[in-house]
């Protein structure tokens, strides 16, 4: 308990200090100082970005991180880097063709960057195939680096002793929790051919939630298209581990009247993918809530100072973001339970045979 105290309030504290660094301390220059900045600033972190930036220099504008490879399909392959786009101010050419950030995303246009939009405020503009390594993209490798480094060292542990030392010593009770809490409960004997995704699935995104508690930016989890691939390979997993019992009872469920099971089959189909979805919508809005909840109590200093002063406001504003950020440690771990939990719980009854 003390140590997750502790590391709340480092993370607090980084956080306070990073968006104190953007919004500056003076009336001049480029500061995050009102409610449309601010809320313009917290959609920015929630989104994903073709750049990696640490903090801005409210003051000077100036962005402090370093740049990442930008790979497009347009008539051809353009590979090119990030910095051509100078955070969205500039057009970068490629192989004789133009491109152009808008709200983070990627755009033909012409040499002067012109965006067209139609009457609902969209672009016209023609997308290329975007396969560019984007900020998420670098969270979801360290997370799998992470993972590979974490769990090499507790294997390399085993060969010489029975008791892992190290990070085995974190990693092997929630290797044996997910083990005989979740696997074993849900699927039953046939649970140790699913253990490698089930702890696969718990520990990526249990990590991926840590660090977008750190101010680096990453929201991997919060990402809509990041947790409907994970809710895929769910869906997937069930159907082609799905038996014949599993189908009979989507398709002609035993022991109902023919005029029921005709009734019954579309919704058990449709209970197909309302099941993937739930597991999406659930991880997806919840860490989003709790980093636009965290990030809004920050901006608490900046939009109170004027009435309470900068001491007053920024000691309000680090209070409650250390409380939510107790909160969001263990909405970390618990989201990446109940993904885990519920993944076990649809492939237990693909696997779950008849009983007469």
């Known amino acids: 308990m003390r140590n ?13 200090n990073t968006l104190f660094a953007v919004a500056g301390g003076s009336e001049e220059g480029g500061q995050v100082d009102t409610k449309e900045e601010i809320n313009e600033y917290i959609q920015h972190h929630l989104q994903d970005s073709h750049d990696f930036v640490f903090w801005t220099n409210g003051k000077t504008g100036a962005h402090y991180g370093f740049p990442l490879p930008v790979i497009l399909w347009s008539d051809g392959l353009h590979v090119f880097s990030s910095s051509r786009f100078d955070h969205g101010h500039d057009v970068a050419e490629s192989n004789g063709k133009h491109f152009a ?23 016209t503009n023609p997308k290329p195939l975007d396969l560019s390594i984007t900020k998420n993209v670098v969270g979801m490798l360290l997370a799998s680096l992470l993972l590979f480094l974490g769990f090499n060292s507790l294997a390399r542990s085993y060969k010489t002793r029975s008791i892992p030392k190290g990070i085995g010593r974190i990693l092997e009770p929630l290797v044996i929790y997910v083990r005989d809490e979740i696997a074993r409960p849900n699927i039953g004997p046939k649970y140790e051919k699913y253990m490698f ?30 947790t409907v691939g994970l809710a895929l390979i769910t869906f997937l997993v069930v159907q082609f581990s799905g038996n014949k019992n599993y189908w009979k009872h989507i398709f002609w469920m035993p022991g109902v ?13 449709l209970g197909m993918f309302t099941k993937p979805f739930a597991l999406l919508i659930r991880l997806f809005a919840n860490i989003t809530a709790g980093h636009f909840v ?29 409380f939510i950020t107790i909160i969001e440690l263990l909405v970390a771990f618990l989201q990446a339970y109940i993904f885990t939990m519920l993944s076990a719980l649809f492939i237990g009854m693909a696997v779950e045979e008849e009983h007469h």
């Open 4 to 16: 997750t105290l502790l590391f709340a309030l480092l993370i607090s504290l980084i956080n306070v």
């Open 101 to 123: 950030l808008y709200h983070s995303k990627v755009y033909e246009t012409n040499a002067d960057g012109d965006i067209e939009l139609d009457e609902a405020g969209h672009p």
């Open 197 to 226: 995704y089930l702890l696969t699935v718990f520990f990526y995104i249990w990590i991926l939630n840590m660090l977008g508690l750190t101010p680096l930016g990453f929201n991997v989890t919060g990402n809509i298209a990041i």
């Open 257 to 269: 009247p023919i005029p029921m099971k005709i009734i019954l089959m579309p919704i058990e189909v």
């Open 294 to 322: 965290v990030m809004s109590l920050i901006a608490l200093m900046i939009t109170m100072k004027s009435a309470f002063g900068l001491v007053a406001s920024t000691g309000m504003a680090f209070a409650l973001a250390f």
